[in-house]
């Protein structure tokens, strides 16, 4: 199970999310991004060419050193002050209060203590900073919920632990944050895994 999840798990998230079908997404949520960026999970760092100079600094945080080691090599040449931390949301290793802006893409699906990754995100924006998230999770459709419900259990055991039925919204709210901005819709797909979660909220 080790080698799976140090060495082939790493290479079907990259594949996962090369998706052209995600590239709207990105195009529209990164590109918000503004100061000092700390970036949740950017796995093999595919969201890396969708920052606009508004992005002073962006800090990419993943548990997965072999992501990590990917994302290094995809740096825009020219895309200065990119740095990455082997760490967990869970416990981010920032000061209170350091960065502008927190990006979260197809993350909040997998973090095992998704409410307290969610405090530690709120702990390190500044008073006024702002949570970029476009996520997939938990749909309105009962028919749609049984089924995420009924694969979530074997999902997460080849998935990484993600989830296909958390309730992204709510859970952004119970963590303390104020949202601005959602908007939600499935995107082309098998529909217990595609129903996405798009917007913004403030600390």
């Known amino acids: 199970m080790a080698f799976y ?4 798990l790493p290479q079907l998230i990259d594949l996962s999310m090369r998706q052209r079908r995600l590239v709207p997404y990105r195009s529209r949520v990164v590109s918000a991004a503004e100061g000092g960026v700390l970036e949740i999970g950017i796995g093999s760092g595919r969201n890396l060419p969708f920052y606009s100079k508004m992005a002073e600094r ?3 945080l993943d548990p997965s050193p072999k992501l990590i080691s990917i ?3 995809s740096v825009p040449a020219g895309r200065a002050k990119v740095e990455f931390i082997e760490g967990s ?4 290793p920032l000061e209170d209060g350091s960065v502008d802006t927190v990006l979260s893409t197809w993350t909040l699906c997998s973090i095992p203590d998704v409410l307290r990754s969610l405090h530690e995100m709120r702990r390190v924006l500044k008073p006024a900073g702002r949570l970029l998230f476009v996520e997939h999770g938990r749909s309105p459709d009962p028919r749609i919920r049984w089924w995420q419900d009924f694969l979530t259990p074997g999902w997460k055991r080849v998935g990484g632990g ?4 958390r309730a992204i919204a709510t859970l952004i709210e119970e963590a303390g944050f104020r949202i601005e901005r959602l908007e939600t819709g499935y995107m082309r797909g098998p529909k217990p895994m595609t129903f996405m979660y798009e917007g913004s909220a403030r600390s």
């Open 89 to 92: 949301a869970e416990t981010i």
């Open 162 to 165: 993600c989830h296909l039925n």
């Open 5 to 8: 999840r140090d060495h082939v």
């Open 71 to 73: 994302a290094r090599r």
């Open 58 to 60: 962006v800090i990419g």
